[in-house]
């Protein structure tokens, strides 16, 4: 079964540094997003992508971050500054959202846990 | 912004029984909603949807509801099993390719 994956599973960075997350989404998919989860806190929306471009971005995704699709496959999110409020687990999802029964359904991968010290 | 709320962060139920886990929104403008199910340390794993022109999907032993005029959604498991302890999300969005908004979570612990 098509999954979304994400590399690494675990970041560690020291606080000013640029991380760079990775995620492949399912390859039929059109919609790419980006959200994490604080510990101890729910998940939070932070950036839509669709069509080589931002859909959509909340509060959170300041000009400290950029998403882009390098390739065909791959989805990144770079954080240019980290700050130690960024830890948090990131999740990457796709969606196919082709208008039909279900296809809004977003999928999500494993996550990569961002450790800033 | 509590627009997805959980209000139960905990339930148990025996093995066998059913899990009855429940949702409320607030914006009127979401007309999308899922359950997901995660373990610690790994993502949320899509379970079951519902669009706001249903009130009712079933799948397996999922079965979610919608009631709209009071904007509360429930997710029912039966026969709950000892696999389908994990914390469950309720999320929403308001149009095509929009985004989640999730809740807090309900960690569901069945016993056995």
């Known amino acids: 079964e098509p999954e979304v994956t994400q590399t690494p599973s675990h970041q560690v960075t020291q606080m000013g540094q640029e991380v760079i997350l990775r995620c492949v989404p399912i390859?039929?998919?059109?919609?790419f997003y980006w959200y994490r989860q604080i510990l101890g806190q729910k998940v939070e929306f932070l950036v839509s992508?669709?069509?080589?471009?931002?859909?959509?971005k909340s509060e959170i995704f300041d000009d400290q971050f950029s998403v882009e699709r390098p390739d065909g496959s791959n989805f990144t999110l770079k954080i240019r500054s980290t700050k130690l409020e960024d830890s948090a687990m990131y999740f990457c999802a796709s969606s196919i959202t082709s208008g039909g029964h279900g296809t809004d359904t977003q999928y999500f991968g494993p996550g990569t846990r961002l450790t800033v010290l | 912004d509590q627009q997805v709320k959980q209000n139960s962060p905990s339930l148990s139920v025996q093995e066998g029984r059913i899990s009855i886990l429940n949702c409320d929104y607030t914006n009127s403008m979401f007309d999308y909603f899922l359950w997901y199910k995660k373990y610690p340390a790994e993502g949320p794993t899509f379970l079951i949807s519902i669009s706001s022109i249903k009130d009712k999907n079933e799948d397996g032993r999922f079965t979610v509801f919608l009631n709209k005029s009071a904007k509360h959604l429930s997710l029912h498991i039966v026969p709950s099993q000892p696999g389908d302890s994990a914390v469950y999300f309720c999320?929403?969005?308001?149009?095509?390719?929009?985004?989640?908004?999730f809740g807090t979570g309900t960690r569901l612990q069945v016993t056995l």
């Open positions: 999320a929403a969005n308001t149009g095509t390719a929009s985004k989640l908004t």
């Open positions: 992508f669709y069509n080589n471009e931002i859909s959509e």
């Open positions: 390859s039929n998919h059109l919609y």
